[in-house]
């Protein structure tokens, strides 16, 4: 699977997640939204990791640095 694949992987899953919070404002969810979308680019990109359930402290900690 290309990294382009992997990344639209990941978003539909995020998708599926974000249909179901009604929590925070419309403009924070959205925030959320947008940087989570950015890691899942970083996830497909630099791990090819394929399900949000398997991220990992690792994961976090190389995306922050």
Excluded: P, W
Excluded at 36 to 48: D, V
């Amino acid at each position: 699977m290309t990294t382009k694949g992997i990344y639209n992987t990941l978003v539909t899953q995020l998708d599926k997640l974000a249909r179901h919070n009604r929590q925070k404002s419309y403009k924070t969810r959205q925030r959320y939204y947008e940087a989570m979308r950015r890691f899942c680019r970083f996830l497909a990109e630099e791990y090819r990791l394929q399900k949000l359930t398997n991220i990992s402290g690792k994961h976090l900690v190389d995306y922050v640095r």
